[in-house]
Nanobody, 119 residues
Framework: QVQLVESGGGLVQAGGSLRLSCAAS????????IGWYRQAPGKQRELVAR???????NYVDSVKGRFTISRDNAKNTVYLQMNSLKPEDTAVYYC?????????????WGQGTQVTVSS
């Protein structure tokens, strides 16, 4: 089992930066793909960025060039560096760990961290 704890959210002005961290427990963290999702009030949760166990990354179009996802397997941590923040980035950001095994899929979620971008 993997437990995830997000941190780094807060209030920032438009154009500012924040770095979110997702700290994981467990010795199998390196095997998991990690995604950052966000959910704004009244909207569906959306995938913002994802990093595979091998380090490959992908981003939703709205954050390309502004956000960077990275992982440090030695620290069991994934980061989301968010630059040039916009008010529309305001949401609760969640960390997800996903692993597809032969007979089972594993999904774990953190509790979320609030990001608020003021105009």
């Amino acid at each position: 089992q993997v437990q995830l704890v997000e941190s780094g959210g807060g209030l920032v002005q438009a154009g500012g930066s924040l770095r979110l961290s997702c700290a994981a427990s467990g010795s199998t963290f390196r095997l998991y793909a990690i995604g950052w999702y966000r959910q704004a009030p009244g909207k569906q949760r959306e995938l913002v960025a994802r990093i595979s166990s091998g380090g490959g990354t992908n981003y939703v179009d709205s954050v390309k060039g502004r956000f960077t996802i990275s992982r440090d397997n030695a620290k069991n941590t994934v980061y989301l560096q968010m630059n040039s923040l916009k008010p529309e980035d305001t949401a609760v950001y969640y960390c997800n760990a996903h692993l597809s095994a032969v007979l089972q899929e594993y999904d774990y979620w953190g509790q979320g961290t609030q990001v608020t971008v003021s105009s």
